[in-house]
């Protein structure tokens, strides 16, 4: 008994020390293993029709994953919640009466034995420990895993609790400080950055999108990712070749377990061809209506379960409908070119000298005109031009950095900001844009000529930088299809 009493003190210092329930699970295997033969064990908890599999320790290979949720009908968890009683299966070998003893038994399991664990009367998990042995454990054996069940289950309930409302605790404390970053911030790159780098704290991805919905299209207009993919901002995909397209019709969330044995739709094979193993696609709602998705995709399969599914909803239905009004109906967004306008560039380049009249540093200010533009538009009419400006804001986005901002600045003239930017590297991104505006643009004769001023090198005020940025890009465009960064 003394030693019992010991085993209990020992474990319950354990719960109080541990970071996670699979430390717990790890350590209550390293104390018992001394007495009784354990090479497999978890703790499978119950979550309505789900079982979640927990504490996976394991000398046997083992079929399932931690933090994997299966089915719970049809179960041996389903069945020792139901009568409250040790189940023990003494030889796999000979046969087995659930769905899951076929799976442990081809990765070398032999014998099993599940306890209840009770809260309140009701078994709320199953602590599951097996041997590659056949009838492994004794009568003896199994008296005592009932006696330390009885003593572990109050204090293991207690930590779940405490986990559940920690983690929902964090969840709040995220949309909390995403909803305060995105109702101060119009740049959707920037907001998006930021709902990244909180979801990362509890979903792994290595490719994360936001996709809207253009009629028959889906849009990328946000991506966060390790991989590269050819699905850069701005690009779009006929929204029948992809897994958005379900969510669509169903209205409801999707998970894709491993993508090279369910492959449905034409996509697919570009993203097994990337390394994308299974992926996750969350609605997107403002006002009742679907207006894109949420796409996080994984070089694993099996990434995504129902924990993962529930964070996801939880921070996208919060933070929605404001993302909604932020980027799509954003008084501060030029619609037809799909930057922004004049207004916030304005509002953003006084914030940008007051910030570095107060913390240093440098940005640059370019001043772009479009050549030619004014013969194609009275050649092709205005929805040919329509059509041209917006070829060319997409084509400065995807070559300009993620930092850099594109305003539509009037007519065929757009203007770009670039934050902690050296005069020299801003030469040398736009002169990347110019090509490359020549070069997808020379069918139609258009090219651009650009004027660059520089903080704190050209001027510390706004008229200052905007006044040699003007004359500059005057002087461009005498020649056409230039850059001018000096007097």
Known sequence: MKRFREFISTFNQIIIESDSFSEIGDKLVEIISPFIPVEWSSICIIKGEKVLISSLSSKIPSYFKEGEEIPLSGTATEYVAKTKKVLYEKDLSKGYKFYTGKYHFEKGIRSMLRIPLLSRGEVFAVWVIASSRPNAYTEKDIKLLKFIASQISVPLKLFMLYEESKTQYELLQSINNLSRFILSEVDINRVFQKFA??????????????????????????????????????TKVPLSYTASSKVIKTGKSL?????????????????????????????????????????????????????????????????????????????????????????????????????????????????????????????????????????????????????????????????????????????????????????????????????????????????????????????????????????
């Open 197 to 234: 780098e909180e979801l990362k704290k509890y979903i792994p991805f290595d490719r994360l999108s936001i996709g809207i919905i253009e009629g028959k299209d889906i849009k990328y207009v946000a991506v966060s990712e390790v991989i590269k993919t050819g699905r850069i901002e701005g």
């Open 255 to 487: 998970i894709r377990k491993d993508i090279a044995k369910d492959k449905i739709f034409p996509l697919d094979e570009t993203k097994l061809i990337e390394g994308i193993r299974s992926a996750m696609h969350i609605p997107l709602i403002y006002r009742g209506k679907i207006w894109g998705t949420l796409n996080f995709s994984s070089t694993k399969p099996n990434a995504y379960g129902e924990k993962e599914k529930f964070i996801a909803e939880t921070l996208a239905s919060q933070i929605s409908g404001i993302i909604a009004i932020t980027y799509i109906y954003s008084p501060f967004y030029n619609h037809l070119t799909e930057v922004y306008n004049r207004r916030y560039f304005d509002e953003r380049f006084d914030e940008e000298i007051e910030y570095r009249k107060r913390y240093g540093g440098e940005f640059c200010v370019c001043l772009c005109d479009v050549d030619n533009f004014k013969n194609y538009n009275d050649l092709k009419g205005h929805l040919e031009g329509d059509k041209c400006l917006k070829k060319i804001a997409q084509i400065m986005k995807s070559t300009l950095r993620k930092t850099d901002l594109v305003f539509r600045y009037g007519g065929d003239e757009f203007v770009v900001i670039m934050p902690d930017t050296s005069f020299e590297d801003a030469v040398k991104v736009m002169e990347r844009v110019r090509k490359r505006i020549k070069e997808k643009l020379k069918d139609k004769n258009i090219t651009l000529s650009i004027g660059i001023s520089s903080y704190p090198r050209d001027g510390t005020q706004r008229t200052e930088l905007l006044d040699k940025a003007d004359k500059r890009l005057l002087k461009a465009k005498e020649i056409k299809n230039f850059i001018v960064y000096q007097d």
